[in-house]
């Protein structure tokens, strides 16, 4: 696809449909299941290939293999045969730092290869500090894709350019690019996600103030952000909302965050058909049988259920695929109060229960509410009932901590 039709498509759908989707595949079952699925292109980036290995992202920015060679190999085999038969863009992902490659011969074999527009990935926006200045020092730093983008644009092919802040953004801008998309870091969530990301919040304002930048230079150039906090359609629909985004690059949120989760509910479907009940909530969000789970209530019946054990917010994200962020906050609305808060009044409620209703020792009472650690359980009891355990059996009164919520054992 020529580059001045390319970003006519893109304009068009985003005037019929408000913004674009670009998917990031590492394989060609992923980029034809994203294709029926109605996304606008695919971009062959290593990264992908690296998510197809069960490893992380920041895989695709080390020596572990010729990132140039390996985009080059799935894409020609697995994605490109098919795409071709349909005039469908797929993105080729440079690592223009490569000393190996002259730069304009890859370009112009990007074209005869039949990719239509290329992107700067990996890219060296995604390190910092001492390593990253002596990069820049080596003349390997992310001048050089600026130059490649400049370059493709001479070339009259269509450059999509990743920037990391402002200064980035308008030396992409000033380069020719025809899209922008602002990274907003290692995508969070899942088995191999990034532990810290930037928070939305951040994102949104971040995104807003390179947007409005760019703009003053190019207001044709079309603004896409990816990456970071962006794990969920939800949190896709924040920068919608919030800023002049019009597209959005989806990775790990499409090919591994739900892959991740189809496939180990599914297992562990098949392992316990027993467990599955289609009318319990928790069932049906570890099975993936909920289009649009109803995420808050189930963290609340998790709670009720499994309160004996040891619960984490970080595990409920990591089985739904959710933020932490997007999950407390859902919660918030849902209960009135934290996760954290919910989960120890439940279990004070409960131990109130046992207290007055057996004559089980202390200890085991601690045990049964959730707490190894007696003294913890007793600091905590008396934080939130007022007195001890031991003065509430012999004077217990009534609790009502959680108003409104239905006791169930």
């Not at 930048?213 to 909302?241: H, M, W």
């Not at 009720?304 to 994200?317: E, F, P």
């Not at 901590?401 to 006791?407: A, D, F, I, Q, T």
């Amino acid at each position: 696809m020529k580059r001045t039709e390319f970003v006519g498509l893109l304009k068009s759908i985003i005037n019929i449909n408000g913004h674009t989707l670009g998917v990031a595949a590492g394989n060609g079952m992923v980029s034809h299941a994203c294709i029926k699925g109605g996304a606008d292109f695919i971009l062959a980036m290593n990264a992908g290939r690296f998510r197809q290995m069960g490893q992380s992202a920041f895989a695709a920015f080390f020596g572990y293999s010729d990132a140039n060679q390996m985009v080059i190999d799935f894409a020609t085999r697995e994605i490109l045969p098919f795409t071709e038969l349909t005039d469908y863009p797929v993105i080729h992902g440079i690592f223009m730092q490569d000393p190996s490659i002259h730069i304009l011969d890859m370009l112009k074999e990007s074209i005869d290869y039949g990719f239509s527009g290329v992107i700067n990935y990996p890219t060296i926006g995604c390190f910092d500090g001492k390593f990253r200045t002596a990069l820049e020092n080596a003349g390997l730093g992310y001048e050089k894709e600026v130059e490649g983008i400049r370059l493709a644009h001479f070339l009259d092919i269509f450059t999509l350019a990743y920037a990391f802040d402002k200064e980035q953004a308008l030396k992409m801008a000033l380069a020719g690019a025809d899209a922008i998309c602002i990274h907003l870091g290692i995508t969070g969530g899942g088995l191999v996600g990034a532990n810290q990301f930037m928070s939305l919040e951040y994102a949104l304002n971040l995104a807003n103030d390179i947007f409005t930048a760019i703009d003053e230079i190019n207001p044709e150039i079309i603004k896409i952000v990816c990456s970071g906090p962006i794990q969920t359609p939800l949190d896709a629909r924040a920068f919608y909302q919030h800023t002049s985004c019009q597209g959005i690059l989806v990775g790990s949120g499409i090919e591994r965050l739900p892959v991740e989760r189809a496939v180990m509910n599914t297992t562990k479907a098949f392992k316990s058909p027993g467990d599955f009940n289609e009318k319990d909530i928790i069932s049906n969000v570890l099975n993936g049988m909920q289009e649009h789970p109803d995420y808050a209530r189930f963290m609340v019946e998790y709670i009720k259920k499994n309160y004996k054990q040891t619960i984490r917010l970080k595990d409920i994200s990591a089985i739904t695929h959710m933020s932490i962020s997007r999950l407390s906050v859902l919660f918030k609305e849902y209960s009135g109060t934290s996760f954290t808060q919910y989960l120890i009044y439940y279990r004070m409620e409960k131990a109130c229960l046992l207290l007055t209703s057996s004559d089980k020792q202390m200890k085991e009472i601690s045990t049964l509410v959730g707490y190894d650690d007696y003294s913890q359980f007793v600091k905590m009891f008396r934080k939130v009932i007022g007195m001890t355990p031991q003065e509430y059996r012999l004077n217990p009164v009534t609790v009502s901590l959680l108003k409104g919520e239905k006791e169930d054992e």
